[in-house]
């Protein structure tokens, strides 16, 4: 069965325009634009493959090399059992901007080919006061999209065209339960669970929103950019105990060529139509991409979600 045909019609959306904001986090929007659409050369079916695995968003060694010494890797033991008991690298730890104790933790997920450091510049761009943020780091394995070629990827990936994708079950539900694992040591580090909050771009968001909707904790919310739900058939069976009550915060651009804007209007109203409540956000002209808009928009929606 196809996307469209299980979801249905689409909810209306809210169309905002991506305005000026603080130059550091024009550099984000401007680090993944260029990640998403740098050159691509194409000259046969393995150079195709390349090419669309690129369009996942890719960090260049150099950029993993300034935010890697210029944001801070201490790591809760907690956390690092948690990726070690599961196979997983190390996730980035940034501790809240004015040291001490976390009162609210955001797990931020990358996309399809990316680590955890392609994303922690995020933090010092949107400073919250009393939130850790932790960027954990994907598996390397072999990636459909790519003929096959390694890469780190929270799930394996056929296709990017809504009719032909076909869900990973059994990677993404192992990365579902890693993400899992990180609220739960959240939790040991003496942050409760409803100042939680699970986020992800592209891949990232497709474990975000599985884990927190599956959840048996009450999370303070759930933010999905530039992504889709997977194993939409086994909802809402599947859903947690405390699903219904998850802020959900959506943000898809018009000209995504890579999961296209339909996979976000989809999953919006999939998810209203399970009672979820959702602030879905449309950027017009936006690829599969940030803008500083959306980066601003979804500094809101955390800071609104964890009270602080």
């Not at 809210?14 to 904001?21: E, M, R, Y």
């Not at 797990?107 to 510049?121: E, M, N, P, Q, V």
């Not at 699970?198 to 048996?216: C, K, P």
């Not at 058939?233 to 802020?247: M, Q, S, V």
Request: with cysteine; hydrophobic share 45%; glycine share 10%.
């Amino acid at each position: 069965m196809s996307l469209g045909a299980v979801y249905g019609t689409a909810t209306r959306t809210v169309a905002t325009a991506c305005a000026s904001t603080p130059k550091a986090v024009h550099r984000l929007a401007f680090r993944l634009s260029q990640q998403v659409f740098g050159p691509v050369r194409p000259r046969s079916s393995q150079a195709r493959h390349v090419s669309r695995r690129r369009a996942l968003a890719i960090a260049s060694p150099l950029v993993l090399t300034v935010l890697a010494s210029s944001t801070s890797t201490a790591m809760s033991s907690a956390s690092a059992a948690a990726a070690a008991a599961r196979g997983f690298p190390a996730p980035i730890v940034v501790p809240p901007p004015e040291g001490g104790a976390a009162s609210a933790v955001c797990i931020f997920l990358h996309g399809l080919g990316d680590t955890g450091h392609g994303w922690a510049d995020v933090a010092s761009q949107m400073p919250i006061a009393g939130v850790q943020w932790v960027f954990p780091t994907a598996r390397t394995i072999p990636v459909t999209l790519n003929g096959g070629a390694k890469m780190t990827g929270w799930y394996d990936i056929n296709d990017l065209d809504i009719d032909g994708i076909v869900d990973d079950r059994v990677q993404t539900l192992a990365s579902a339960d890693y993400i899992a694992a990180l609220v739960d040591a959240a939790v040991a580090d003496g942050v409760p669970a409803h100042k939680v909050l699970i986020g992800g771009f592209s891949q990232g968001g497709v474990v975000a929103l599985t884990a927190a909707l599956r959840s048996d904790k009450n999370l303070a919310g759930c933010a999905g950019l530039s992504t889709y739900l997977a194993l939409r058939d086994d909802y809402p069976a599947a859903l947690g105990p405390h699903a219904a009550a998850l802020p959900v915060f959506l943000a898809h651009g018009t000209a995504d060529a890579v999961l296209k804007y339909e996979y976000g209007t989809l999953t919006a109203a999939k998810l209203g139509e399970m009672g979820i409540a959702v602030d879905f956000k449309t950027y017009p002209g936006m690829a599969h991409s940030a803008c500083p808009e959306e980066l601003r928009h979804l500094a809101a929606f955390i800071s609104a979600q964890v009270g602080l």
